[in-house]
């Protein structure tokens, strides 16, 4: 009844693929349960039965496997509010107190809110890309040898569980770098669920190229000789990224067809009859 988006994600025919993600398994489905199960029922339960949120999850994995994009879903559909995103290396700065500052702020309206509405607070997600930066193992004297990240973490650590602990944040780290986030922050209660995102296998593939083809095939743009399976096939070790690019590029083969003399002005009349073939997709993995 509070959230009904939130109800979605726990329905038993729940697909990540319908929300756009391609080739996350059935596991993932129940990580992702346990996170948000809490958050769907009236607060008053929730603290009857001593449940915990869980106010943190570590997304890792190579790089363009779709971290950012699950983040901002989860986002979507917990709260109707933008998450806020912030890059690691953004909050770093060299003036004193500056990068504890940037962590401070990057919690101040959610600590508003919770000190206004207590539990009933809306939930404030915080998406935090390329944690490694800001977060290495402490007193590794990282973090450009400043000792900045020491005192980061530390922030983080007591906006997530210190005196005034928040119940209305859900913080969502990504790093391509699991080993280097130091281990105080991966701890229950603080970034407690890890999930590693790796590449996709040859269904996880299919299903991206299905969702990125989606509107293509839907308005009668992808010619009948493509066969995505085939393809699926051929783009092994790809990132979710990498197809996506795939697809980017076979489609500018297409469009070019349509160029005449390459200008602007001389696109042909029957560019609504575009179609991206297998040649095209041929030249794109080239
Ligand atoms: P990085 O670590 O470089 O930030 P990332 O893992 O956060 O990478 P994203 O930025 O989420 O990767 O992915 C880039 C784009 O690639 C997405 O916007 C999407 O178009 C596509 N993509 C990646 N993975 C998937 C996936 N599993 N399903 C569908 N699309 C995907």
Known sequence: KRRPAANAILAPSFKFEDMGIGGLDKEFGAIFRRAFQSRIFPPGLVQ???IQHVKGILLYGPPGTGKTLIARKIGQMLNAREPKVINGPEVLNKFV???????????????KEYKEKGDESGLHIIIFDELDAVCKQRGSGSAGGT????????????KLD????LNNILLIGMTNR???IDDALLRPGRLELHMEISLPDEDGRLQILKIHTASMVKH?????DVDLKELAARSKNFSGAEINGLIRSATSWALNRHVKGGTMAGISEDVDQVAVNRNDFDRAFE
Do not use: T
């Open 48 to 50: 009857q039965m001593g």
């Open 97 to 111: 107190g500056q990068s504890e500052e940037n962590i401070r702020k990057l919690f101040a309206d959610a600590e």
């Open 147 to 158: 000792g900045v990240g020491d005192s980061v973490v530390n922030q983080l650590l007591s």
């Open 162 to 165: 210190g005196v005034d602990q």
């Open 178 to 180: 699991k080993d280097m």
């Open 220 to 224: 009668g743009h992808l010619d009948q």
